[in-house]
Protein backbone atom coordinates (compact mmCIF):
# COMPACT_ATOMS: atom_id res chain seq x y z
CA UNK A 1 0.00 0.00 0.00
CA UNK A 2 2.44 2.51 1.23
CA UNK A 3 4.87 1.78 -1.70
CA UNK A 4 1.84 2.31 -4.44
CA UNK A 5 1.39 5.75 -2.71
CA UNK A 6 4.81 6.57 -3.22
CA UNK A 7 4.22 5.95 -6.40
CA UNK A 8 1.49 8.27 -6.86
CA UNK A 9 1.66 11.39 -8.91
CA UNK A 10 1.85 12.86 -5.28
CA UNK A 11 5.08 12.24 -4.49
CA UNK A 12 6.70 13.08 -8.04
CA UNK A 13 9.38 15.52 -7.76
CA UNK A 14 7.90 17.78 -10.40
CA UNK A 15 4.59 17.69 -8.00
CA UNK A 16 5.90 18.28 -4.49
CA UNK A 17 8.97 20.86 -5.45
CA UNK A 18 6.90 23.93 -4.03
CA UNK A 19 6.25 22.39 -0.86
CA UNK A 20 10.25 21.64 -0.84
CA UNK A 21 10.77 24.95 -1.99
CA UNK A 22 9.28 26.32 0.37
CA UNK A 23 10.03 24.35 3.21
CA UNK A 24 13.79 25.56 2.66
CA UNK A 25 12.72 28.95 2.38
CA UNK A 26 11.23 28.94 5.93
CA UNK A 27 13.96 27.17 7.79
CA UNK A 28 16.86 29.28 5.87
CA UNK A 29 14.62 32.59 7.71
CA UNK A 30 13.86 30.15 10.99
CA UNK A 31 17.96 29.83 11.10
CA UNK A 32 18.49 33.73 10.25
CA UNK A 33 16.29 34.51 12.61
CA UNK A 34 17.46 32.94 15.38
CA UNK A 35 21.17 34.20 14.79
CA UNK A 36 19.97 37.61 15.10
CA UNK A 37 20.58 38.04 10.94
CA UNK A 38 17.12 38.63 9.97
CA UNK A 39 15.98 42.51 10.21
CA UNK A 40 13.24 43.13 11.16
CA UNK A 41 11.55 44.98 8.16
CA UNK A 42 12.62 41.70 6.51
CA UNK A 43 10.51 39.82 8.76
CA UNK A 44 7.57 42.19 7.94
CA UNK A 45 7.92 41.50 4.26
CA UNK A 46 8.10 37.47 4.89
CA UNK A 47 4.53 37.84 6.36
CA UNK A 48 3.59 40.36 3.66
CA UNK A 49 4.81 37.68 1.04
CA UNK A 50 3.50 34.94 2.71
CA UNK A 51 -0.16 36.09 2.43
CA UNK A 52 0.53 37.27 -0.96
CA UNK A 53 0.82 33.72 -1.63
CA UNK A 54 -2.46 32.75 0.01
CA UNK A 55 -3.81 34.83 -2.15
CA UNK A 56 -2.75 34.34 -5.65
CA UNK A 57 -2.52 30.52 -4.61
CA UNK A 58 -6.50 30.79 -4.31
CA UNK A 59 -7.71 33.40 -6.45
CA UNK A 60 -5.30 31.13 -9.21
CA UNK A 61 -7.86 28.72 -8.78
CA UNK A 62 -11.24 30.90 -9.37
CA UNK A 63 -9.66 32.60 -12.55
CA UNK A 64 -7.33 29.94 -13.36
CA UNK A 65 -8.76 26.27 -13.41
CA UNK A 66 -12.16 27.35 -12.98
CA UNK A 67 -11.75 30.42 -15.84
CA UNK A 68 -14.16 32.79 -14.25
CA UNK A 69 -13.13 36.48 -13.72
CA UNK A 70 -13.10 37.32 -9.87
CA UNK A 71 -12.14 41.03 -8.70
CA UNK A 72 -13.78 40.32 -5.08
CA UNK A 73 -10.94 38.84 -3.27
CA UNK A 74 -9.59 41.85 -1.97
CA UNK A 75 -13.44 42.08 -0.27
CA UNK A 76 -13.03 38.66 0.78
CA UNK A 77 -10.07 39.15 2.67
CA UNK A 78 -11.65 42.40 4.17
CA UNK A 79 -14.11 40.13 5.62
CA UNK A 80 -11.57 37.54 7.46
CA UNK A 81 -9.23 40.80 8.53
CA UNK A 82 -12.46 42.55 10.35
CA UNK A 83 -14.31 39.74 11.43
CA UNK A 84 -11.08 37.37 12.01
CA UNK A 85 -9.58 39.83 14.00
CA UNK A 86 -12.55 40.91 15.75
CA UNK A 87 -12.45 37.90 16.90
CA UNK A 88 -9.24 37.85 17.93
CA UNK A 89 -9.27 40.81 20.24
CA UNK A 90 -12.24 39.42 21.97
CA UNK A 91 -10.77 35.98 22.61
CA UNK A 92 -7.45 37.92 23.63
CA UNK A 93 -9.53 39.10 26.61
CA UNK A 94 -9.68 35.14 27.98
CA UNK A 95 -7.22 33.45 26.35
CA UNK A 96 -3.75 34.59 27.26
CA UNK A 97 -1.48 32.50 24.02
CA UNK A 98 -1.55 34.51 20.76
CA UNK A 99 -1.18 31.69 19.04
CA UNK A 100 -4.68 30.16 19.56
CA UNK A 101 -6.00 33.15 19.37
CA UNK A 102 -4.67 33.55 15.92
CA UNK A 103 -5.59 30.21 14.83
CA UNK A 104 -8.93 30.22 15.93
CA UNK A 105 -9.66 33.61 14.33
CA UNK A 106 -7.88 32.16 11.03
CA UNK A 107 -10.82 29.29 11.37
CA UNK A 108 -13.51 31.92 11.87
CA UNK A 109 -12.11 34.90 9.89
CA UNK A 110 -12.04 32.16 6.74
CA UNK A 111 -14.80 30.52 7.49
CA UNK A 112 -17.09 34.16 7.53
CA UNK A 113 -15.40 34.81 4.56
CA UNK A 114 -16.72 31.34 3.06
CA UNK A 115 -19.87 32.24 3.80
CA UNK A 116 -19.66 35.51 1.89
CA UNK A 117 -18.35 33.55 -0.62
CA UNK A 118 -21.38 31.46 -0.69
CA UNK A 119 -23.84 34.42 -0.62
CA UNK A 120 -22.22 36.08 -3.13
CA UNK A 121 -21.50 33.12 -5.73
CA UNK A 122 -25.12 31.89 -5.25
CA UNK A 123 -26.73 34.57 -7.54
CA UNK A 124 -23.76 35.95 -9.14
CA UNK A 125 -22.28 32.51 -11.02
CA UNK A 126 -25.18 32.34 -12.72
CA UNK A 127 -23.26 35.26 -14.72
CA UNK A 128 -20.46 34.86 -17.02
CA UNK A 129 -17.11 36.60 -18.03
CA UNK A 130 -17.52 40.42 -17.15
CA UNK A 131 -20.49 40.39 -15.78
CA UNK A 132 -19.18 38.27 -12.57
CA UNK A 133 -16.27 40.39 -12.39
CA UNK A 134 -18.40 43.17 -12.19
CA UNK A 135 -20.61 41.41 -9.94
CA UNK A 136 -17.71 40.88 -7.76
CA UNK A 137 -16.36 44.10 -8.11
CA UNK A 138 -19.54 45.54 -6.19
CA UNK A 139 -18.67 43.37 -3.58
CA UNK A 140 -15.68 43.96 -2.91
CA UNK A 141 -16.88 47.74 -2.52
CA UNK A 142 -20.19 47.44 -0.86
CA UNK A 143 -18.11 45.04 2.18
CA UNK A 144 -15.34 47.47 2.67
CA UNK A 145 -18.07 50.61 2.61
CA UNK A 146 -19.98 48.12 5.27
CA UNK A 147 -16.63 47.58 7.51
CA UNK A 148 -16.55 51.48 7.54
CA UNK A 149 -19.47 52.09 9.00
CA UNK A 150 -20.48 49.87 11.62
CA UNK A 151 -19.39 50.82 15.01
CA UNK A 152 -17.79 48.21 16.82
CA UNK A 153 -15.09 48.22 13.88
CA UNK A 154 -13.69 51.75 14.46
CA UNK A 155 -15.25 53.67 11.71
CA UNK A 156 -13.09 55.42 9.78
CA UNK A 157 -10.41 55.25 12.00
CA UNK A 158 -9.91 51.35 11.20
CA UNK A 159 -10.22 48.54 13.59
CA UNK A 160 -6.71 48.73 16.36
CA UNK A 161 -5.39 45.30 16.52
CA UNK A 162 -2.53 46.28 18.83
CA UNK A 163 -3.64 44.01 21.38
CA UNK A 164 -2.71 41.10 19.33
CA UNK A 165 -0.55 42.00 16.72
CA UNK A 166 2.45 40.33 17.14
CA UNK A 167 5.03 42.09 18.76
CA UNK A 168 8.79 40.97 19.25
CA UNK A 169 8.73 39.32 22.11
CA UNK A 170 6.43 36.55 20.56
CA UNK A 171 7.35 34.06 17.78
CA UNK A 172 7.70 35.40 14.51
CA UNK A 173 4.38 35.43 12.75
CA UNK A 174 6.22 34.70 9.72
CA UNK A 175 6.54 31.12 10.62
CA UNK A 176 2.83 30.79 11.06
CA UNK A 177 2.18 32.50 7.82
CA UNK A 178 4.14 30.11 6.40
CA UNK A 179 3.05 26.73 7.80
CA UNK A 180 -0.52 28.10 6.20
CA UNK A 181 1.21 28.73 3.10
CA UNK A 182 2.22 25.32 3.10
CA UNK A 183 -1.38 24.29 4.14
CA UNK A 184 -2.85 26.32 1.76
CA UNK A 185 -0.89 24.63 -1.13
CA UNK A 186 -1.68 21.06 -0.19
CA UNK A 187 -5.15 21.71 -0.27
CA UNK A 188 -5.05 23.38 -3.25
CA UNK A 189 -2.84 21.37 -5.47
CA UNK A 190 -5.26 18.00 -3.54
CA UNK A 191 -8.19 19.80 -5.15
CA UNK A 192 -6.69 20.19 -8.44
CA UNK A 193 -5.20 17.07 -8.76
CA UNK A 194 -8.23 14.66 -8.11
CA UNK A 195 -11.21 13.73 -10.19
CA UNK A 196 -12.58 17.45 -9.00
CA UNK A 197 -9.87 19.17 -10.34
CA UNK A 198 -10.03 17.47 -13.55
CA UNK A 199 -14.22 17.92 -13.25
CA UNK A 200 -13.24 22.22 -12.46
CA UNK A 201 -10.84 22.16 -15.58
CA UNK A 202 -13.53 20.44 -17.46
CA UNK A 203 -15.78 23.28 -17.00
CA UNK A 204 -13.11 25.75 -17.48
CA UNK A 205 -12.24 23.94 -21.33
CA UNK A 206 -15.49 23.26 -22.21
CA UNK A 207 -18.74 24.10 -20.56
CA UNK A 208 -21.42 22.42 -22.97
CA UNK A 209 -19.52 19.39 -23.03
CA UNK A 210 -18.68 18.91 -19.29
CA UNK A 211 -22.73 19.33 -18.85
CA UNK A 212 -22.96 16.66 -21.60
CA UNK A 213 -20.92 14.23 -19.14
CA UNK A 214 -22.90 15.21 -16.03
CA UNK A 215 -20.73 17.03 -14.53
CA UNK A 216 -22.54 19.78 -12.03
CA UNK A 217 -21.54 22.77 -13.03
CA UNK A 218 -23.18 24.91 -10.60
CA UNK A 219 -21.80 22.75 -7.30
CA UNK A 220 -18.23 23.03 -8.62
CA UNK A 221 -18.21 26.62 -9.40
CA UNK A 222 -19.85 27.60 -6.27
CA UNK A 223 -17.80 24.55 -3.82
CA UNK A 224 -14.07 26.67 -5.76
CA UNK A 225 -15.40 29.85 -5.06
CA UNK A 226 -16.13 29.20 -1.71
CA UNK A 227 -13.21 27.32 -1.02
CA UNK A 228 -11.09 30.70 -2.51
CA UNK A 229 -12.77 33.05 -0.35
CA UNK A 230 -11.78 30.92 3.07
CA UNK A 231 -8.17 31.16 1.92
CA UNK A 232 -8.80 34.85 1.47
CA UNK A 233 -10.34 35.13 4.74
CA UNK A 234 -7.44 33.34 6.78
CA UNK A 235 -5.33 35.51 4.45
CA UNK A 236 -7.26 38.53 5.69
CA UNK A 237 -6.72 37.46 9.33
CA UNK A 238 -3.37 37.07 8.78
CA UNK A 239 -3.24 41.10 7.78
CA UNK A 240 -5.27 41.85 10.69
CA UNK A 241 -2.42 40.67 13.28
CA UNK A 242 0.74 41.52 11.23
CA UNK A 243 -0.79 45.24 10.93
CA UNK A 244 -2.55 48.37 12.99
CA UNK A 245 -4.85 49.66 12.10
CA UNK A 246 -7.10 47.21 9.83
CA UNK A 247 -7.62 49.77 7.53
CA UNK A 248 -10.76 49.80 5.24
CA UNK A 249 -8.88 52.12 2.73
CA UNK A 250 -6.62 49.06 2.02
CA UNK A 251 -9.18 46.53 0.66
CA UNK A 252 -9.85 48.50 -2.37
CA UNK A 253 -10.20 47.60 -6.18
CA UNK A 254 -6.75 48.20 -6.56
CA UNK A 255 -5.94 45.45 -4.32
CA UNK A 256 -7.93 43.01 -6.12
CA UNK A 257 -6.47 44.09 -9.52
CA UNK A 258 -2.97 43.58 -8.10
CA UNK A 259 -3.59 39.86 -6.66
CA UNK A 260 -5.19 39.61 -10.25
CA UNK A 261 -1.68 40.81 -11.53
CA UNK A 262 -0.22 38.12 -9.41
CA UNK A 263 -2.11 34.94 -10.99
CA UNK A 264 -2.03 36.19 -14.73
CA UNK A 265 1.80 37.27 -14.41
CA UNK A 266 2.41 33.44 -12.91
CA UNK A 267 0.46 31.94 -15.62
CA UNK A 268 -3.75 31.40 -15.07
CA UNK A 269 -3.66 27.73 -13.86
CA UNK A 270 -0.15 27.34 -12.79
CA UNK A 271 0.41 27.08 -9.16
CA UNK A 272 4.13 27.65 -8.38
CA UNK A 273 3.99 30.22 -11.07
CA UNK A 274 1.60 32.02 -8.56
CA UNK A 275 3.76 31.50 -5.35
CA UNK A 276 6.81 32.96 -7.72
CA UNK A 277 4.68 36.45 -8.91
CA UNK A 278 3.62 36.57 -5.20
CA UNK A 279 7.00 36.74 -4.12
CA UNK A 280 7.87 39.19 -7.01
CA UNK A 281 5.12 41.39 -6.80
CA UNK A 282 5.74 41.87 -2.91
CA UNK A 283 9.30 42.24 -3.15
CA UNK A 284 9.11 44.38 -5.80
CA UNK A 285 6.52 47.07 -3.74
CA UNK A 286 8.28 46.46 -1.22
CA UNK A 287 11.39 48.30 -2.22
CA UNK A 288 10.16 50.44 -4.22
CA UNK A 289 8.54 51.85 -0.74
CA UNK A 290 11.77 51.43 0.69
CA UNK A 291 14.23 53.74 -2.12
CA UNK A 292 11.23 56.35 -2.79
CA UNK A 293 10.57 58.63 -0.27
CA UNK A 294 8.49 61.91 -0.02
CA UNK A 295 8.05 63.46 -3.70
CA UNK A 296 9.90 60.62 -5.27
CA UNK A 297 6.90 58.25 -4.20
CA UNK A 298 5.07 58.93 -6.89
CA UNK A 299 7.47 57.51 -9.01
CA UNK A 300 6.61 53.84 -7.63
CA UNK A 301 3.92 52.90 -9.53
CA UNK A 302 5.13 54.46 -12.65
CA UNK A 303 8.45 51.91 -12.25
CA UNK A 304 5.96 48.84 -10.93
CA UNK A 305 3.82 49.58 -14.37
CA UNK A 306 7.11 49.64 -16.17
CA UNK A 307 8.84 46.36 -14.72
CA UNK A 308 5.22 44.60 -14.88
CA UNK A 309 4.93 45.77 -18.91
CA UNK A 310 9.22 44.37 -19.49
CA UNK A 311 7.77 40.85 -17.85
CA UNK A 312 5.24 40.58 -19.50
CA UNK A 313 6.86 41.18 -22.93
CA UNK A 314 10.05 39.07 -21.99
CA UNK A 315 7.02 36.35 -21.56
CA UNK A 316 5.06 36.88 -24.38
CA UNK A 317 6.63 38.55 -27.18
CA UNK A 318 8.30 36.31 -29.68
CA UNK A 319 11.27 38.57 -30.04
CA UNK A 320 12.79 37.26 -26.47
CA UNK A 321 12.08 33.82 -27.46
CA UNK A 322 15.03 32.74 -28.32
CA UNK A 323 17.01 34.39 -24.72
CA UNK A 324 14.20 32.59 -22.92
CA UNK A 325 15.00 29.02 -24.54
CA UNK A 326 18.67 30.14 -23.85
CA UNK A 327 17.97 30.63 -19.76
CA UNK A 328 15.08 28.00 -19.42
CA UNK A 329 15.93 25.74 -16.49
CA UNK A 330 15.26 23.08 -18.95
CA UNK A 331 17.40 24.12 -21.52
CA UNK A 332 20.53 25.03 -18.55
CA UNK A 333 19.65 21.38 -17.54
CA UNK A 334 20.17 19.73 -21.15
CA UNK A 335 23.01 21.82 -21.62
CA UNK A 336 25.10 20.58 -18.89
CA UNK A 337 23.61 17.04 -19.88
CA UNK A 338 24.72 17.59 -23.10
CA UNK A 339 28.99 17.95 -22.46
CA UNK A 340 29.04 14.38 -21.15
CA UNK A 341 27.41 12.75 -24.24
CA UNK A 342 28.87 11.24 -26.83
CA UNK A 343 29.12 12.89 -30.51
CA UNK A 344 27.69 10.44 -31.87
CA UNK A 345 24.86 10.38 -29.58
CA UNK A 346 23.59 13.82 -30.49
CA UNK A 347 24.06 12.87 -34.08
CA UNK A 348 21.77 10.40 -33.54
CA UNK A 349 18.31 11.84 -32.30
CA UNK A 350 18.80 15.51 -33.47
CA UNK A 351 20.89 16.41 -36.44
CA UNK A 352 21.90 19.81 -35.57
CA UNK A 353 21.82 21.38 -38.60
CA UNK A 354 23.77 24.97 -37.82
CA UNK A 355 27.16 22.73 -37.41
CA UNK A 356 27.23 20.74 -41.04
CA UNK A 357 29.83 23.09 -42.84
CA UNK A 358 27.95 23.28 -46.27
CA UNK A 359 27.27 26.28 -48.72
CA UNK A 360 23.71 26.71 -48.13
CA UNK A 361 22.45 27.84 -45.22
CA UNK A 362 20.35 24.76 -44.40
CA UNK A 363 18.81 26.22 -41.09
CA UNK A 364 17.33 29.47 -43.91
CA UNK A 365 16.40 27.16 -46.07
CA UNK A 366 14.54 24.91 -43.30
CA UNK A 367 12.41 27.51 -41.61
CA UNK A 368 11.85 30.34 -44.72
CA UNK A 369 10.60 27.63 -47.26
CA UNK A 370 9.31 24.84 -45.70
CA UNK A 371 7.55 26.87 -43.07
CA UNK A 372 5.94 29.57 -45.15
CA UNK A 373 4.75 25.89 -47.29
CA UNK A 374 3.45 24.06 -44.12
CA UNK A 375 1.43 27.61 -42.89
CA UNK A 376 0.45 28.01 -46.54
CA UNK A 377 -0.80 24.34 -46.45
CA UNK A 378 -2.82 25.11 -43.08
CA UNK A 379 -4.07 27.82 -44.73
CA UNK A 380 -5.35 25.80 -47.23
CA UNK A 381 -6.62 23.41 -45.27
CA UNK A 382 -8.48 25.81 -42.61
CA UNK A 383 -10.12 27.25 -45.51
CA UNK A 384 -11.30 24.37 -47.06
CA UNK A 385 -12.96 23.03 -43.91
CA UNK B 1 -43.77 -2.80 -26.36
CA UNK B 2 -41.34 -2.78 -22.99
CA UNK B 3 -38.29 -3.12 -25.34
CA UNK B 4 -38.27 0.48 -25.94
CA UNK B 5 -35.67 2.31 -24.41
CA UNK B 6 -36.43 6.28 -25.90
CA UNK B 7 -39.81 7.21 -27.10
CA UNK B 8 -40.59 10.90 -28.07
CA UNK B 9 -43.83 12.04 -28.96
CA UNK B 10 -45.02 14.90 -30.72
CA UNK B 11 -41.37 16.31 -30.02
CA UNK B 12 -41.02 20.15 -31.77
CA UNK B 13 -38.90 23.79 -31.02
CA UNK B 14 -39.94 26.97 -32.02
CA UNK B 15 -37.36 29.73 -32.20
CA UNK B 16 -39.37 33.00 -32.20
CA UNK B 17 -41.32 32.55 -35.58
CA UNK B 18 -38.99 29.47 -37.16
CA UNK B 19 -40.14 25.57 -36.39
CA UNK B 20 -36.57 24.21 -36.69
CA UNK B 21 -38.03 20.96 -35.61
CA UNK B 22 -41.67 19.65 -35.42
CA UNK B 23 -43.80 16.43 -34.74
CA UNK B 24 -41.25 13.90 -34.23
CA UNK B 25 -42.10 10.34 -33.28
CA UNK B 26 -39.40 7.96 -32.59
CA UNK B 27 -39.47 4.80 -31.34
CA UNK B 28 -36.36 3.35 -30.16
CA UNK B 29 -36.23 -0.37 -29.32
CA UNK B 30 -33.33 -1.59 -26.46
CA UNK B 31 -29.99 -2.36 -28.87
CA UNK B 32 -31.35 -0.92 -31.97
CA UNK B 33 -28.56 0.95 -34.27
CA UNK B 34 -30.67 4.26 -35.47
CA UNK B 35 -30.08 6.33 -37.70
CA UNK B 36 -31.30 10.54 -38.14
CA UNK B 37 -30.34 11.66 -41.64
CA UNK B 38 -31.61 14.71 -43.69
CA UNK B 39 -30.31 17.66 -45.48
CA UNK B 40 -28.23 20.63 -43.98
CA UNK B 41 -30.32 22.33 -41.51
CA UNK B 42 -33.16 19.54 -41.06
CA UNK B 43 -32.95 19.83 -37.71
CA UNK B 44 -30.98 16.72 -36.90
CA UNK B 45 -28.92 18.29 -34.20
CA UNK B 46 -31.33 20.00 -32.78
CA UNK B 47 -33.21 16.71 -32.44
CA UNK B 48 -30.07 15.83 -29.89
CA UNK B 49 -29.75 19.08 -28.24
CA UNK B 50 -33.71 18.57 -26.99
CA UNK B 51 -33.15 14.91 -26.13
CA UNK B 52 -30.04 15.96 -23.90
CA UNK B 53 -31.82 18.66 -22.62
CA UNK B 54 -29.74 21.97 -24.38
CA UNK B 55 -32.93 23.13 -25.32
CA UNK B 56 -36.29 22.98 -23.78
CA UNK B 57 -39.18 21.75 -26.51
CA UNK B 58 -41.75 23.55 -26.89
CA UNK B 59 -44.45 20.79 -27.91
CA UNK B 60 -44.62 17.34 -27.25
CA UNK B 61 -42.24 14.86 -24.67
CA UNK B 62 -39.51 11.96 -24.61
CA UNK B 63 -39.31 9.48 -22.38
CA UNK B 64 -36.05 6.98 -21.28
CA UNK B 65 -36.86 3.60 -20.74
CA UNK B 66 -40.49 5.28 -19.57
CA UNK B 67 -39.74 8.14 -17.50
CA UNK B 68 -40.30 11.53 -18.87
CA UNK B 69 -37.17 13.67 -19.00
CA UNK B 70 -38.69 16.91 -20.63
CA UNK B 71 -37.47 19.58 -18.35
CA UNK B 72 -34.59 18.13 -16.78
CA UNK B 73 -31.35 19.79 -17.10
CA UNK B 74 -28.51 18.67 -19.03
CA UNK B 75 -27.10 16.70 -16.08
CA UNK B 76 -29.90 15.10 -14.86
CA UNK B 77 -30.59 13.75 -18.10
CA UNK B 78 -26.79 12.28 -19.00
CA UNK B 79 -27.28 10.66 -14.86
CA UNK B 80 -31.13 9.08 -16.05
CA UNK B 81 -28.88 7.87 -19.06
CA UNK B 82 -28.25 9.67 -22.37
CA UNK B 83 -24.56 10.83 -23.50
CA UNK B 84 -24.16 12.59 -26.63
CA UNK B 85 -21.03 13.10 -28.83
CA UNK B 86 -20.78 16.63 -30.42
CA UNK B 87 -20.95 17.22 -33.89
CA UNK B 88 -17.56 20.10 -33.68
CA UNK B 89 -15.27 17.84 -31.78
CA UNK B 90 -15.96 19.11 -27.85
CA UNK B 91 -12.71 17.68 -26.01
CA UNK B 92 -11.37 19.03 -23.39
CA UNK B 93 -8.16 20.00 -25.56
CA UNK B 94 -5.42 20.41 -22.56
CA UNK B 95 -6.09 17.41 -21.11
CA UNK B 96 -4.42 14.22 -21.63
CA UNK B 97 -6.50 11.05 -23.23
CA UNK B 98 -7.15 9.05 -20.31
CA UNK B 99 -8.24 11.84 -18.06
CA UNK B 100 -10.97 13.07 -20.99
CA UNK B 101 -12.13 9.63 -20.74
CA UNK B 102 -12.02 9.99 -16.86
CA UNK B 103 -14.07 13.06 -16.67
CA UNK B 104 -16.49 11.04 -18.47
CA UNK B 105 -16.03 8.20 -15.44
CA UNK B 106 -16.76 11.42 -12.76
CA UNK B 107 -20.44 9.95 -12.09
CA UNK B 108 -20.26 6.57 -11.88
CA UNK B 109 -21.67 5.33 -8.42
CA UNK B 110 -18.64 3.10 -8.21
CA UNK B 111 -16.17 5.98 -8.49
CA UNK B 112 -17.78 8.35 -5.64
CA UNK B 113 -15.52 10.26 -3.24
CA UNK B 114 -16.47 13.57 -1.95
CA UNK B 115 -14.05 16.45 -2.50
CA UNK B 116 -12.82 16.72 1.19
CA UNK B 117 -11.53 12.91 0.59
CA UNK B 118 -9.61 14.23 -2.25
CA UNK B 119 -8.46 17.43 -0.84
CA UNK B 120 -7.26 15.55 2.61
CA UNK B 121 -6.18 12.35 0.57
CA UNK B 122 -8.08 9.56 2.54
CA UNK B 123 -7.33 6.47 1.11
CA UNK B 124 -10.81 6.61 -0.82
CA UNK B 125 -9.26 9.25 -2.98
CA UNK B 126 -6.41 6.48 -3.89
CA UNK B 127 -8.90 3.90 -4.11
CA UNK B 128 -11.41 5.72 -6.13
CA UNK B 129 -8.75 7.36 -8.63
CA UNK B 130 -6.75 4.20 -9.42
CA UNK B 131 -10.08 2.58 -10.13
CA UNK B 132 -10.97 4.92 -12.88
CA UNK B 133 -7.66 5.15 -14.36
CA UNK B 134 -8.01 1.41 -14.77
CA UNK B 135 -11.72 1.85 -15.92
CA UNK B 136 -10.27 4.39 -18.56
CA UNK B 137 -7.89 2.08 -20.19
CA UNK B 138 -10.43 -0.80 -20.42
CA UNK B 139 -12.24 1.92 -22.48
CA UNK B 140 -9.43 3.33 -24.17
CA UNK B 141 -8.88 -0.02 -25.27
CA UNK B 142 -11.60 -0.86 -26.85
CA UNK B 143 -10.97 2.16 -29.13
CA UNK B 144 -7.52 1.46 -29.75
CA UNK B 145 -6.49 4.36 -28.09
CA UNK B 146 -4.93 2.71 -25.58
CA UNK B 147 -1.26 3.32 -26.21
CA UNK B 148 -1.95 7.01 -26.99
CA UNK B 149 -3.29 7.92 -23.66
CA UNK B 150 -0.77 10.44 -22.22
CA UNK B 151 -0.81 12.01 -25.24
CA UNK B 152 -2.85 15.30 -25.62
CA UNK B 153 -6.18 15.18 -26.61
CA UNK B 154 -5.51 18.03 -29.01
CA UNK B 155 -2.43 16.35 -30.64
CA UNK B 156 -5.05 13.20 -32.05
CA UNK B 157 -5.61 13.06 -35.58
CA UNK B 158 -9.00 14.24 -36.32
CA UNK B 159 -10.31 10.58 -36.88
CA UNK B 160 -8.86 9.46 -33.04
CA UNK B 161 -10.36 12.72 -31.80
CA UNK B 162 -13.96 11.53 -32.83
CA UNK B 163 -13.23 8.17 -31.60
CA UNK B 164 -11.97 9.48 -28.27
CA UNK B 165 -15.31 11.77 -28.22
CA UNK B 166 -17.18 8.52 -28.54
CA UNK B 167 -15.11 6.92 -25.53
CA UNK B 168 -15.71 9.50 -23.20
CA UNK B 169 -19.36 9.53 -24.21
CA UNK B 170 -19.50 5.88 -23.38
CA UNK B 171 -17.43 6.37 -20.07
CA UNK B 172 -21.04 7.80 -18.19
CA UNK B 173 -22.10 4.69 -18.29
CA UNK B 174 -25.55 6.16 -20.76
CA UNK B 175 -28.44 3.87 -21.73
CA UNK B 176 -28.55 5.64 -24.94
CA UNK B 177 -25.96 6.87 -26.81
CA UNK B 178 -26.31 9.88 -29.30
CA UNK B 179 -23.99 10.09 -32.04
CA UNK B 180 -23.34 13.45 -33.65
CA UNK B 181 -22.02 12.85 -37.33
CA UNK B 182 -18.89 10.47 -36.04
CA UNK B 183 -17.55 9.56 -39.32
CA UNK B 184 -17.38 13.35 -40.34
CA UNK B 185 -13.57 13.63 -41.59
CA UNK B 186 -12.62 10.14 -41.61
CA UNK B 187 -11.70 8.31 -44.25
CA UNK B 188 -12.87 5.32 -45.38
CA UNK B 189 -10.60 2.92 -43.93
CA UNK B 190 -11.25 4.84 -40.71
CA UNK B 191 -14.84 4.78 -40.96
CA UNK B 192 -14.73 0.80 -41.94
CA UNK B 193 -13.06 0.46 -38.50
CA UNK B 194 -15.63 2.77 -36.74
CA UNK B 195 -18.53 0.65 -37.86
CA UNK B 196 -16.99 -2.18 -36.16
CA UNK B 197 -16.62 -0.26 -32.81
CA UNK B 198 -20.18 1.00 -33.04
CA UNK B 199 -20.80 -2.10 -33.21
CA UNK B 200 -18.90 -4.27 -30.41
CA UNK B 201 -19.81 -1.37 -28.06
CA UNK B 202 -23.79 -1.64 -29.14
CA UNK B 203 -22.90 -5.36 -27.80
CA UNK B 204 -20.58 -5.52 -25.29
CA UNK B 205 -22.74 -2.58 -23.27
CA UNK B 206 -25.88 -3.43 -24.02
CA UNK B 207 -26.23 0.13 -25.88
CA UNK B 208 -28.87 1.68 -28.08
CA UNK B 209 -27.68 3.88 -30.76
CA UNK B 210 -28.91 7.06 -32.39
CA UNK B 211 -26.77 8.47 -34.79
CA UNK B 212 -26.80 11.36 -37.61
CA UNK B 213 -24.74 10.47 -40.17
CA UNK B 214 -24.56 12.14 -44.27
CA UNK B 215 -22.24 9.31 -45.58
CA UNK B 216 -24.86 7.08 -46.81
CA UNK B 217 -22.93 3.89 -46.59
CA UNK B 218 -22.29 4.22 -43.30
CA UNK B 219 -26.35 4.56 -42.23
CA UNK B 220 -26.96 1.41 -44.53
CA UNK B 221 -24.19 -0.38 -43.09
CA UNK B 222 -24.68 -0.18 -39.81
CA UNK B 223 -28.83 1.17 -39.07
CA UNK B 224 -31.72 -1.27 -39.48
CA UNK B 225 -34.13 1.75 -38.92
CA UNK B 226 -33.46 5.55 -39.88
CA UNK B 227 -36.09 8.97 -39.49
CA UNK B 228 -35.22 11.54 -42.24
CA UNK B 229 -36.21 14.78 -41.51
CA UNK B 230 -36.16 17.94 -43.67
CA UNK B 231 -37.38 21.30 -43.07
CA UNK B 232 -38.04 20.06 -39.26
CA UNK B 233 -40.67 17.73 -40.24
CA UNK B 234 -40.47 13.85 -40.59
CA UNK B 235 -40.33 13.22 -44.31
CA UNK B 236 -39.90 9.09 -43.17
CA UNK B 237 -39.49 6.61 -41.32
CA UNK B 238 -38.87 2.53 -41.89
CA UNK B 239 -36.17 0.27 -42.57
CA UNK B 240 -33.02 1.74 -43.96
CA UNK B 241 -33.37 0.38 -47.80
CA UNK B 242 -37.07 1.17 -48.06
CA UNK B 243 -36.87 5.05 -46.50
CA UNK B 244 -33.24 5.50 -48.42
CA UNK B 245 -35.22 4.60 -51.77
CA UNK B 246 -38.00 6.77 -50.75
CA UNK B 247 -38.15 9.11 -53.97
CA UNK B 248 -39.22 12.24 -51.60
CA UNK B 249 -35.82 11.19 -49.64
CA UNK B 250 -34.20 11.52 -52.82
CA UNK B 251 -36.28 14.74 -54.09
CA UNK B 252 -34.82 16.18 -50.79
CA UNK B 253 -31.11 15.13 -50.88
CA UNK B 254 -30.85 15.95 -54.41
CA UNK B 255 -33.81 17.87 -55.89
CA UNK B 256 -35.65 17.54 -58.68
Known sequence: MVKKLLKSDDFKLKNCINYLAVTVALVVCIFMKSQGKLPNSYANLLVQIGYSIILAVSLNLVVGFLGELSLGHAGFMCVGAYMGTFISIQLSEVIDSKIVCLLISMLCGGLMAAFFGFLVGLPALRLKGDYLAIVTLAFGEIVRNIFKNLPWFGKAMGLTTSAVRFTKKDIPLFIIVFIMVLVTLFLVQNLVRSKHGRAITAIRDNEIAAKAMGINVTFYKLFVFVFAAFFAGVAGVFYGHYTTPVMYTFFSYNYSIEILVMVVLGGMGSINGSIIAATLITVINFKLQDALSGDLAALKYLIYALILIGIVLFNNAPKFRPYKERFAPKALIKKLTEKNRKPSDIMSDEADWNKIPTKIKMDEVLTVDVQDKLSAAQKAAKEEE | ?256
Do not use: W
Open chain 2, 1 to 256: MSDVVLRTEDLGITFGGLKAVQSVNLEIRKKQLYGLVGPNGAGKTTVFNLLTGVYQPTTGTFYLDGEELKGKTQEAINHKGIARTFQNIRLYNNMSVIRNVMVGLHNQPEFRCNPFTSILRLPGHYKAEEAMRARAKEILRIFGLEEERNNLACNLPYGKQRKLEIARALATNPKLLLLDEPAAGMNPHETEDLMHIVRRIRDEFDLTILLIEHDMKFVSGLCDEITVLNFGTVLTQGETSEALNNPEVIKAYLGE
